[in-house]
């Protein structure tokens, strides 16, 4: 009975939020030996593959309807999570929301990547049983190596969504229950994230906020870019583009993500991802807008030209 409320509700949700025009989304063919490849698993969530390393960020595909989510412990799919995640070498984790956390030490489990973040990620890692090898805290500022690649965290604040505000403000100071509930997965310190792997280097900006002086001197080919709530922050594409004067930003985060894996998502409310689109096409810069669960393969000679 609860799996038929929660499509009903979906199929609501949908009809009354909208979903992705069908012409907005990439058709680009992969190239043959692509030198980054990169797969979007939806809300901030992404797989970077290049080199010798998978790099995983912000990975959320547990996706409980909404109901389960606002009433019931946040338990993550360990076989989905297995299943489109077969790989990961180290998982970053920009803010320790459940969307952005919750599948993150299960992945690790699964793998065993490194789970890389903040104080708060760490709480949630121990929470689920992650033994302290795996636990790689920053602070942000610090180049990381992680095999053939290196990443830096970026300190920002988190984006402001609904009303003008913050979501479930505040820090995690001890590990939490597990499976935890929503209103114990507070924000913490929020990373932005730069990496460089395979020549090429990219910035994930997992909400819609960053401090200037934090990209200030970076140069990126390659911005993924927050969608829900940019109208709260001034400026925050065209910012953005002068600082770090990307070849190609990937939106991300505008998808409802109390729809299920493999069913058409409904826009986050709020997102207006065609008008997102024209804004980022107007400062020069290349969007691509991949599926959820759909692939991207760059090569740097490309972003570099």
């Not at 065993?112 to 805290?137: N, T």
């Not at 770090?244 to 993500?257: A, M, S, V």
Request: hydrophobic content about 40%; proline content about 8%; charged content about 25%.
């Amino acid at each position: 009975m609860s799996a038929r409320r929660d499509a009903l509700s979906t199929r609501l949700l949908r009809r009354l939020l909208g979903t992705v025009p069908e012409a907005l989304y990439d058709r680009e063919p992969l190239p043959a030996e692509p030198d980054l490849h990169v797969r979007y698993l939806g809300t901030a969530g992404f797989v970077f593959t290049g080199g010798q390393r998978t790099i995983v960020v912000d990975p959320f595909v547990s996706r409980s309807g909404l109901r389960a989510t606002a009433l019931r412990p946040l338990v993550p799919d360990e076989a989905l999570i297995s299943e489109l995640i077969p790989r990961a070498d180290d998982v970053l984790i920009g803010h320790a929301h459940y969307d952005h956390v919750l599948d993150g030490p299960t992945l690790c489990h699964q793998t065993g990547a490194r789970l890389i973040g903040s104080p708060a990620v760490m709480q949630v890692g121990r929470a689920a049983g992650l033994p302290e090898e795996q636990l790689r805290e920053t602070r942000g500022r610090e180049r990381i190596v992680c095999g053939d690649a290196v990443v830096q965290g970026l300190p920002s604040a988190h984006g402001r969504v609904y009303f003008n505000r913050v979501t479930l403000p505040g820090d995690i100071t001890e590990p939490p229950s597990w499976p935890p509930r929503l209103r114990e997965l507070r924000h913490g310190l929020v990373l932005n994230w730069w990496l460089e792997m395979a020549g090429i280097r990219v910035v994930h900006i997992d909400s819609a906020e960053f401090f200037a002086e934090e990209l200030a001197g970076l140069q990126a080919d390659v911005v993924c870019l927050c969608a829900i709530g940019r109208h709260f922050r001034p400026r925050y594409v065209a910012e953005c583009v002068e600082l770090l004067r990307p070849k190609l930003i990937i939106p991300c985060h505008w998808d409802l993500f109390m729809t299920p894996w493999g069913s058409e998502p409904a826009l986050l409310p709020g997102v207006d991802l065609p008008g997102f689109i024209e804004e980022i096409e107007a400062t020069g810069v290349q969007v691509r807008v991949p599926r959820i669960g759909g692939e991207l393969g760059l090569l740097a000679a490309d972003l570099q030209a």
